[in-house]
C-alpha cells in the first residue's frame, strides 16, 4: 500500500482532458504534450466526455484508422516524457455482476495497450447510483460492484504504470453525511487495492479552496494520497465562461484582537492559505481538466506548471513566496503575448507554409513584398491594424475572465464603479465633481476594454483569437452596454441607449431563454460584487484581573498586524 504523502513515485502533474463538449483535436493535444514537457509536467489523462468510445459506447472497439491515431498520439506523448493514461468510462449503462460486461471491459483495455499504452483509468463520474436488479443481488453496495471490477482490471492488465480510479463521490459535497462517515468512501479505502491511485476534486466538484486539513482527512479514509482532478479552471457547465486567471493559492486573512481592559493592544493575522504548495507532498498529483477551447489553456497549464515547481523553491511556503499567484500568471501572459503575436499555428507549420505544401505546383501570393504594402501619408487615416497587442490588454483580458470564484481586479473595479454611479444617480442630475470624476474613471475602463478587443482582433494567430473571439465579443457588448446607461445617467444622448428602452434590439437583453429563466429565480444579481464583506467577531470586555496572563507583541502568532 502506498503511505499517504510519502510516495516514492514521481509526483503526477499535467492535464485531465475531461471535460464535456467537442473533444481537441490529435494535432492540438500533440501541442499540449509539447507544452508540458517544456513546462516540467509529465501527465495527460485521456477522459473527452463526449468522445462516444471513451463514454457512451465503450464497448466499442477502436477502427484501424482511430488505432492509427491513438498510437501515434500515445508516441508522441512518449516522444514528450509525457505519461500517457487512457480512461474508460463504462458507468452509464455497465452491468457489474455480468461476466460478459467484464470481459468487454477488459478487450477494450487490451486494444488500447496492444496501442503500446501502458497507464490506464476507470471513471464512475457522474452515473445514477441505483444499481440494476442482477448487481443488487451479487453487491452489498454501489461501491462494492465498482470496487470489485476495477480491481478484476487492474489485476488483468498486472504491469499498469499508473492507475486511476474515479469513484462515484468524488469531492467532499457528495460524501453523506461526511467524508470521515462515508461509507462508500470507506468501502473504496478498504477494498480497493493498493496500487490503484484515487481521483478527488476537493470539497466540491469545482472547488475554491483545497485546504491540508481536506485532504488529510480524505486520505485517512482512502488508505492513499489521492491525485486531484481540479475543475479551478474548467468551463463546461457554462457557455458564456472562461477562466484565464492563475492557478490559485487563496490566502483569506482573519484579523484577530486581544484587548486589557477596555483598551486594544495589538491586532493579529492569521493566515489561511487554499491550495497551498504544502498540499504537493501530501497528494499523489494534481491534474487539471481546463477550458473546453484548447487554445485558451495557455495560462492555466502555464501557472500549474509553476505551482508545481514551487515546492522546490522556498520551501514550498506560499507567504514565504515559494508561489505567488501574481507573478506566475505575469511569466504565463508573458509567453503568451508572443504566441499571439506569432503567424503560426500552435502545433504545426504556418498556414501559409501548409498551403504551399499542399500545392507545390501554384504560385504562391507575394505578400511580403515591400512595395505592396500601404503607408498612410501625413493627413490620411493611420492603419486599423498598426496597433499591436499588449501585456497589458492580457492582463485585462485576464481580469476580465479570471476564476469561477473570483473578478480579477480590474472587472471588480469596474462593478464596484458603475454600482456606484447607479446607486447616486441623484448625484448625476446635480452634475457634482465626485459622480462625473467616477464616471469619466468608468468610461476610460470600458474604452480599454474596447481598445484590448480591437487590438485582440488584429493579433496574427487566429487559431487562438477564433477561440476567444465569442468571449471578447460578449464582453465587448456587455460593457457597451454598462456604458451606454452610464452615459444616458449623465445627461448624454446615446445612440446606443436605444438598448436600454422597452424595445431594444436583440443584443440589448443577454442571455436567451437561459437568461430568462436566471432572472426569474432568487438569488440572481452581482453576487460577486462584494464577495468579501468584512469580518466580524463578538468580544466579551471585563476589567484585568491579576491572575491574567498578558502575553507580549512578540509571543503573538504570525506577527503583529
Not at 504544502?278 to 498529483?285: A, D, F, M, N, T
Not at 501548409?354 to 515591400?370: F, H, K, N
Not at 496597433?387 to 490588454?393: G, I, N, Q, S
Amino acid at each position: 500500500m502506498s503511505t499517504p504523502g510519502r510516495d516514492e513515485r514521481p509526483f503526477i502533474s499535467g492535464v485531465v482532458e475531461g471535460f464535456y463538449g467537442r473533444p481537441w483535436t490529435m494535432e492540438q493535444r500533440t501541442e499540449l504534450f509539447k507544452r508540458e514537457h517544456k513546462w516540467g509536467l509529465n501527465t495527460y489523462l485521456y477522459a473527452p466526455k463526449d468522445d462516444y468510445k471513451h463514454r457512451m459506447y465503450w464497448r466499442e472497439l477502436y477502427s484501424p484508422e482511430e488505432a492509427e491515431q491513438l498510437v501515434a498520439l500515445i508516441s508522441a506523448a512518449e516522444k514528450n516524457q509525457v505519461e500517457f493514461i487512457y480512461a474508460i468510462s463504462p458507468g452509464l449503462d455497465i452491468t457489474f455482476s455480468n461476466p460478459r460486461e467484464v470481459a468487454a471491459l477488459k478487450r477494450k483495455l487490451d486494444q488500447v495497450k496492444e496501442f503500446g499504452c501502458r497507464s490506464f483509468s476507470l471513471l464512475f463520474d457522474d452515473i445514477e447510483t441505483e444499481m440494476c436488479p442482477a448487481d443488487k443481488q451479487a453487491f452489498s453496495s454501489f461501491a462494492h460492484a465498482q470496487v470489485a471490477i476495477t480491481n478484476e482490471v487492474y489485476q488483468h492488465l498486472r504491469d499498469a504504470k499508473t492507475f486511476l480510479f474515479c469513484p462515484t463521490d468524488y469531492c467532499a459535497a457528495f460524501c453523506n453525511p461526511s467524508v470521515p462517515q462515508s461509507s462508500y468512501l470507506q468501502t473504496v479505502g478498504e477494498k480497493l487495492l493498493p496500487g490503484i491511485d484515487v481521483l478527488w476534486t476537493g470539497p466540491k466538484v469545482v472547488s475554491n479552496k483545497i485546504s491540508v486539513e481536506s485532504i488529510e482527512e480524505v486520505t485517512a479514509v482512502l488508505k492513499r494520497a489521492p491525485v486531484i482532478w481540479d475543475n479551478i479552471h474548467a468551463n463546461d457547465y457554462d457557455p458564456q465562461r472562461l477562466f484565464l486567471g492563475p492557478y490559485k493559492v487563496f490566502i483569506s486573512r482573519i484579523i484577530s484582537a486581544a484587548c486589557v481592559s477596555s483598551l486594544m493592544v495589538g491586532f493579529y493575522s492569521i493566515f489561511i492559505k487554499d491550495r497551498p504548495t504544502e498540499l504537493i507532498p501530501k497528494l499523489r498529483g494534481v491534474l487539471t481538466n481546463p477550458n473546453c477551447e484548447f487554445y485558451l489553456n495557455f495560462v492555466a497549464i502555464h501557472t500549474l506548471a509553476t505551482w508545481c515547481r514551487s515546492s522546490t523553491a522556498g520551501g514550498g511556503s506560499d507567504v514565504g513566496m515559494g508561489y505567488s499567484p501574481q507573478e506566475a500568471l505575469t511569466l504565463a501572459l508573458s509567453d503568451w503575448l508572443q504566441e499571439f503575436m506569432s503567424a503560426d499555428q500552435p502545433g504545426g507549420a504556418c498556414r501559409s507554409a501548409r498551403l504551399r505544401e499542399a500545392l507545390p505546383d501554384e504560385e504562391p501570393m507575394q505578400t511580403d513584398v515591400a512595395e505592396s504594402l500601404y503607408v498612410p501619408g501625413p493627413g490620411d487615416n493611420p492603419l486599423y491594424t498598426a496597433e499591436p497587442l499588449t501585456l497589458d490588454d492580457l492582463n485585462l483580458l485576464s481580469d476580465l475572465f479570471y476564476l469561477p470564484y473570483e473578478h480579477g481586479a480590474t472587472a471588480r473595479s469596474m462593478l464596484e464603479e458603475l454600482d456606484w454611479l447607479k446607486t447616486h444617480r441623484e448625484a448625476a442630475a446635480a452634475q457634482t465633481d465626485e459622480w462625473r470624476g467616477r464616471a469619466g474613471k468608468f468610461d476610460g475602463m470600458c474604452d480599454a476594454v474596447v481598445q484590448m478587443f480591437n487590438r485582440l482582433s488584429n493579433a496574427p494567430n487566429r487559431s487562438v483569437l477564433y477561440d476567444l473571439y465569442n468571449y471578447i465579443c460578449d464582453i465587448k457588448s456587455g460593457v457597451g452596454l454598462a456604458r451606454a446607461y452610464v452615459k444616458t445617467l449623465g445627461g448624454q444622448d446615446q445612440p446606443s441607449a436605444q438598448m436600454l428602452t422597452d424595445d431594444p434590439e436583440p443584443w440589448g437583453f443577454r442571455g436567451g431563454l437561459s437568461g430568462e429563466f436566471q432572472r426569474m429565480l432568487p438569488g440572481h444579481g452581482n453576487r460577486d460584487l462584494f464577495k468579501h464583506p468584512p469580518m466580524t467577531a463578538v468580544y466579551c470586555i471585563r476589567p484585568y484581573c491579576s491572575g491574567d496572563k498578558v502575553r507580549s507583541v512578540t509571543e503573538a502568532p504570525f506577527g503583529l498586524y
